[in-house]
């Protein structure tokens, strides 16, 4: 089921959209659905604090810190002196 919105600008403002619209051959109505569902897909998903707050406990924790290269090395050492169960 569809929803009205109504959004009301300034004279200038409203025909510098109609000009837009206009020159991507589609109605303002259009125009405005593609410009809101552009925003939408920009908008990250999820809030930003609690993006912030999960990267602040992650950084909290003592990890593994060594060169890449080095870790991998370990990584292989330990599968080769593994015996089989």
């Known amino acids: 089921m569809s929803k009205r919105l109504q959004v009301l600008l300034p004279e200038a403002e ?3 959209l109609r000009r837009l619209a206009k020159r991507h051959r589609m109605s303002v109505a259009e125009w405005v659905r593609q ?6 897909r920009e908008e990250p998903a999820g809030a930003k604090q609690e993006k ?6 992650a950084a909290a924790h003592e ?5 890449i290269e080095q870790m991998l090395r370990e990584i292989e050492k ?6 089989p169960e």
């Open 14 to 16: 409203f025909r510098h």
């Open 35 to 40: 410009a809101l569902r552009a925003a939408w």
């Open 52 to 57: 912030l707050q999960a990267i602040r406990e």
């Open 63 to 67: 990890g593994p810190t060594c060169d």
């Open 78 to 83: 330990g599968y080769v002196g593994k015996q």
